[in-house]
């Protein structure tokens, strides 16, 4: 029964974290901003590749690269929804979790998105969502 708790957790947390990603690709195709690469997962020693796309078992973190360039020639709502967008989503998952979750897992749910969402918006740490848009918005 733990073996499958554990799981199933990891996979809502998973999850979790590439919809944030899906939500940075999502507005990068609406507003035709090049998308250079998607990382899923941490590199190790099982990746694949299918494109543009870089596949790890592991998923810990994904990123979303994008065409600087064309990034920065967009007007400053538009670069504020790019990276607003992740945390968006999460903020859906956490709302959806509210509505129809039961039990653990919707506790999980509530706290992984809760978490980050947090983790995404403040702009302490480098790479967080927060920290580009401060980045990306005086430019």
């Known amino acids: 029964m733990w073996i499958r708790l554990v799981i ?13 990603e899906v ?7 609406c507003f035709h901003i090049p998308i250079l690469s998607l990382k899923i997962g941490n590199p190790c020693f099982v990746n694949f590749k299918i494109g543009k796309v870089l596949f790890s078992p592991f998923i810990s973190e994904c990123y979303v690269e994008v065409e600087e360039e064309a990034l920065l020639k967009r007007k400053k709502v538009i670069r504020c929804i790019y990276f ?18 039961k039990g653990l897992m919707q506790i ?8 980050h969402i947090f ?4 702009p302490f740490w480098e790479g967080s969502d927060g920290n580009l848009l401060l980045r990306y918005r005086k430019m």
């Open 8 to 20: 199933e957790m990891y996979f809502w947390w998973s999850l979790s974290i590439i919809l944030h």
């Open 23 to 29: 939500g940075h690709v999502l507005s990068a195709v």
């Open 84 to 101: 607003l967008s992740g945390i968006l989503m999460n903020f859906l998952l956490l709302v959806l979790a509210l509505l129809y979750g």
């Open 108 to 115: 999980w749910l509530i706290f992984i998105n809760a978490v």
């Open 119 to 122: 983790v995404n918006i403040t």
